[in-house]
């Protein structure tokens, strides 16, 4: 009787690692598609409305085109950051409290100085950001390597209150004084020129967010291919016994990830409050920090292959909002169409560590 099963390859194919993002970019296509048929919707229209009308349609593309880099910068800013971490084994999901608080805290030291002028007032915000998203990640890093507490869940619980404290001061210390009681901080386009983030070229979507996402990407890969802390990381995901005896410290290595990943969050966070975002609110935070995880893993946790995939992730993003308007599709399914990417990610990473092998398995006597 013949048998389908799987086995674990001696060490992991280089062939598929490198095919399967394509890959699950194709399942991700035909699954979507077969949803959209169920909800009505034609199916190769659908596809055709996320991936190719904001690229290429003369009707939306002029409109849609800027928007690529505005969504794609926090997203690869963010997956940057989490990819140190994952590359070493260190599972921060709560980015998007780092986000919600390099905003908060961003944004809060530029309200305090209205109604400045000061060109140093921005690059001060930058800083405040990232230091808002650098400390709200410090408190998983500090109770791991001080308490031996697991950084999943207490970066995760942290999101939470991240955004319970950012309902609290968009209706109070932050609320804008001149808004009639409605929630929400002073609008820094509109009321704030010197603290916002403004486009460097217009009608590019290019602001200081998406060249800080590019800088972060040229770091990243320079660290992680030619300095000694890449070589750390690097060892002790792959390696971890080996990585003690080589004598990376695991404390000074959690700090760092850590510490890296809230920061560039932060900036995240900071980047989007004072430009398309445009004000703190109760609903600032849109997601970006848990869509980067699916960005990190698509990108294969490498720089240039995350800066790829919050293009794509991006393009989902734009298209998704297209076939809400243009189609009717309810924003869950476009919600789920992303999931399906990391889904059909993960599963196909099966195949790069296991190989199809059918027939019963030889025993041996």
């Not at 950001?129 to 619980?157: C, Q």
């Not at 291919?225 to 990376?248: C, D, Q, T, W």
């Not at 243009?326 to 990473?349: N, R, T």
Request: proline share 6%.
């Amino acid at each position: 009787m013949s048998l389908i099963r799987l086995e674990k390859r001696p060490a992991p194919s280089r062939l598929f690692s490198a095919l399967t993002p394509l890959m699950a970019v194709v399942a991700t296509m035909i699954a979507g598609g077969i949803m959209f048929a169920i909800l009505g919707a034609n199916p190769l229209e659908a596809i055709r409305t996320i991936f190719w009308d904001p690229l290429f349609d003369p009707q939306f593309g002029p409109y849609s085109r800027p928007q690529l880099l505005v969504k794609a910068g926090p997203l690869i800013l963010i997956a940057t950051g989490l990819a140190l971490g994952f590359r070493a084994g260190i599972w921060n999901i709560g980015a998007e409290g780092q986000y919600i608080m390099g905003a908060v805290v961003g944004a809060g030291a530029g309200l305090a100085l209205y109604p400045s002028e000061s060109p140093l007032l921005f690059p001060l915000m930058v800083l405040a950001g990232a230091l808002g998203g650098w400390a709200w990640a410090m408190i998983p890093a500090i109770l791991k390597t001080r308490f031996g507490t697991n950084e999943i869940l207490v970066s995760l619980m942290l999101v939470y209150v991240a955004e319970n404290i950012l309902a609290s001061v968009s209706s109070g210390l932050l609320r804008n004084p001149d808004g009639m009681g409605f929630p929400g901080s002073r609008n820094f386009r509109r009321d704030f020129p010197a603290a916002s983030n403004t486009e460097i070229i217009e009608n590019t979507g290019m602001h200081w967010g998406v060249v800080a996402a590019f800088i972060a990407v040229i770091l990243a890969y320079v660290l992680m291919s030619r300095h000694k802390m890449g070589f750390a990381i690097r060892l002790a995901g792959e390696a971890p016994r080996a990585a003690r005896f080589a004598g990376v410290s695991p404390t000074r290595l959690i700090i760092f990830c850590l510490g890296t990943a809230g920061a560039l969050a932060g900036l995240a966070g900071l980047f989007e409050v004072t430009g398309p975002a445009g004000q703190i609110s109760i609903d600032f935070n849109s997601g970006y920090g848990f869509t980067a995880i699916i960005v990190a893993f698509l990108g294969r946790l490498n720089p240039i292959g995350i800066l790829l995939a919050g293009l794509l992730m991006a393009l989902t993003y734009i298209g998704g909002e297209l076939a809400q308007l243009m189609l009717g599709m309810p924003a869950a399914a476009i919600q789920l169409f992303q999931g399906m990417l990391l889904f059909f990610l993960l599963a196909m990473d099966v195949f790069a560590n296991y190989r199809i092998r059918i027939g019963t398995p030889e025993v041996a006597k």
